[in-house]
């Protein structure tokens, strides 16, 4: 298949799509390692980001798995048979459909206190696609949906609390049951007295489901026992999240102590921030003394394998 440059279809969705096909049509059989960006880039004449791209497209659409420092591969049968099914037209593909369908049917279940319903629409959704699409895509624009609401008075705060109480509850568990061993050792935490961990619930998920070994401390950060935990853990990577503009504040004034110290500048350890916060004032990222993620968790991912850390 032809990829076309001139084509408003951007290069790196054809190329996912010509290797979905190759996938569904047993060229690359399941657990097979699918060609490299490397080898992608040269075949093609493309960008090694590109390439990259239309690997991670594969992977959220649950074609690909990645084996940390090993490569791309394609996932097993069960899991393409029934992709394959949803692209033949049995069901709308999730990810132009969810803010119409799925989502919608969320939040007001949500909203209602409707355990059952809520369990039975996340079963629904898994069923057609990956778990790092539900949970990366669908869970964040539901929460979207739901602050709105509760902005314009739409929604009590009891049925909000409730809401994100049952989202988190879910991403745990999904986290929980992506558990990797070997990978590059990530250690996850919110940013001093920031209790906001839904965003770093999302990283720790599409990060195990990529290999890394994620140490996950969510909001239980204390700056005088951190250090401690870091030589104990022997991190290659430290994620903060900061969600309030307090908490990036104290981040700041924390990334200065912490690059401070000899030893950690020793140790090689990547210390990487994002969060809400430096959305809405993006003039507080400069002053963290690390590397900015981003404002998504795809881009999140795109940078942090651009780190190409080794395996553990």
């Not at 799509?17 to 190759?22: D, T």
């Not at 624009?141 to 049952?166: D, P």
């Not at 919110?190 to 720790?204: N, Y």
């Amino acid at each position: 298949m032809h990829l076309d440059k001139q084509h408003p279809r951007p290069v790196y969705l054809q190329l996912k799509e010509v290797l979905r096909c190759r996938i569904e049509q047993g060229i690359y059989f399941p657990h097979q390692k699918l060609p490299s960006e490397r080898e992608l880039c040269f075949q093609h004449s493309l960008s090694r980001m590109t390439a990259r791209r239309a690997l991670q497209a594969l992977i959220t659409e649950g074609y690909a798995y990645t084996r940390v420092g090993k490569g791309t591969f394609v996932s097993d049968i069960a899991n393409i048979s029934m992709i394959s099914a949803n692209h033949n037209g049995r069901f709308v593909e999730f990810v132009d459909d969810i803010e119409t369908q799925s989502q919608q049917k969320l939040v007001e279940q949500l909203l209602s206190f409707d355990s059952v319903g809520v369990e039975r629409t996340i079963r629904e959704v898994l069923a057609a696609n990956s778990l790092e699409t539900v949970a990366v895509k669908l869970f964040p624009r539901v929460i979207r949906q739901l602050e709105q609401r509760w902005r314009n008075g739409e929604a009590k705060l009891l049925a909000q609390n409730y809401a994100f109480t049952t989202l988190r509850s879910q991403l745990i568990a999904m986290v929980n049951a992506a558990t990797c061993e070997g990978g590059p050792k990530a250690l996850l935490t919110c940013a001093p007295g920031d209790q906001h961990d839904i965003g770093l619930l999302l990283l720790a998920l599409s990060l195990r489901r990529r290999g890394f070994v994620v140490v996950y401390l969510g909001s239980n950060f204390t700056t005088v026992a951190f250090e401690e935990v870091v030589e104990t853990v022997q991190p290659q990577l430290i994620c903060f999240s900061a969600a309030t503009r307090q908490s990036a504040v104290d981040l700041i004034m924390f990334s200065r102590e912490f690059q401070a110290n000899p030893l950690n500048r020793k140790n090689n350890l990547y210390f990487t921030f994002g969060g809400p916060a430096f959305n809405q004032e993006p003039t507080l990222t400069p002053q963290v003394v690390g590397l900015y993620l981003g404002d998504t968790i795809e881009t999140a991912i795109l940078k942090i394998q651009d780190l190409e850390l080794e395996s553990g």
